[in-house]
């Protein structure tokens, strides 16, 4: 048996393009040997598996779960679309939603547990899941919401599985009144937090760089009229109120009744069931957000495989 030494190991990593700890087990499973190191890794799929981890994984599926005073999210990107209406796909973001769960959201807690009802960890079964499916995916982010009192309640929008879906959100609502009360509004809000993506919940959590950039912007649309300066600050403070109301999930306009603003929605309800309710969390993922995406003509593609 040939020693396993660093260098083995690099030198499979090179060959095969597969992970660490996986080209280590190969050579322990064949006893130092390279060559059937090598055909161990294909055979279990793994050899090819990081050849396709440069490939733009910009589809896939969020996936979250609640259950009373806690609730997680995460997002599982895939190359296409089409993956993401597959049974095995969709059963792993769930059972990684599980998992996210337990360890709270944190992303690197999730990746190294174990992956339910399996000896491999999380990332391990992801690795081998590239090679099966066929299409690079990478577990892009994770979040958990928790309350001492209250519920989580979450949302799936552009559902194609229970709790699986395009865009899914997190509301935590700190209260002691009526937990199926809560869970109704807290839907509520979730349903709207889909359809604005608000940047923040509340005035004082909104990004500040924001609010300044956008002071600037109206500040000099005002100059451009020739009044006097504070006439312009008198404007320039109407329309970043403005700003707020859009920009801010408490001064919207909730859209499940048009009329009040979500703030106004939620001190209603405390009203209603006799307690106070705070909103203390939120959470939207939509798949993709932010990913810049690979443009692709085609046509040209379809052409070249043809011709080669």
Not at 259 to 275: H, M, P
């Amino acid at each position: 048996m040939s020693a396993i030494t660093a260098s083995l190991v690099k030198e499979l990593r090179q060959k095969s393009g597969a992970g660490m700890m996986d080209c280590k087990k190969a050579l322990t499973e064949t006893a130092g040997d390279l060559d059937a190191a090598i055909d161990w890794l294909r055979t279990k799929g793994l050899a090819t598996a990081s050849k396709k981890s440069g490939r733009v994984a910009a589809e896939g599926l969020v996936a979250v779960t609640s259950s009373g005073k806690s609730g997680a999210i995460v997002e599982l990107n895939a190359e296409t679309d089409f993956v993401g209406r597959n049974e095995d796909f969709q059963k792993l973001v769930s059972d990684i939603a599980t998992v996210s769960a337990s360890e709270k959201g944190d992303l690197d807690a999730i990746k190294a547990a174990k992956y339910p009802g399996s000896d491999e960890t999380v990332e391990e079964t992801l690795t081998a899941k590239i090679a099966t499916i066929g299409e690079n995916m990478n577990l892009r982010r994770s979040s958990s919401l928790s309350v001492g009192n209250g519920v989580v309640s979450s949302y799936i929008h552009n559902s194609v599985a229970p709790g699986l879906g395009k865009i899914g959100i997190l509301i935590a609502l700190e209260s002691e009144g009526d937990a199926a009360r809560l869970d109704v509004l807290g839907k509520q809000i979730a349903m709207h937090v889909a359809a604005t993506n608000p940047e923040s919940i509340s005035v004082d959590d909104l990004d500040q760089s924001l609010v300044e950039r956008e002071r600037t912007v109206l500040s000099d649309q005002a100059r451009e009229s020739g009044k006097p300066e504070e006439i312009i600050a008198k404007m320039v403070e109407g329309r970043i109120n403005k700003y707020y109301q859009e920009v801010v999930l408490l001064k919207q306009t909730f859209v499940v009744d048009g009329e009040n603003t979500v703030e106004k929605a939620i001190e209603l309800v405390a009203k209603e069931i006799g307690s106070p309710v705070k909103l203390t969390g939120m959470v939207r993922f939509a798949v993709g957000d932010g990913i810049e995406k690979e443009e692709t003509d085609f046509a040209a593609e379809v052409a070249a495989a043809v011709g080669g």
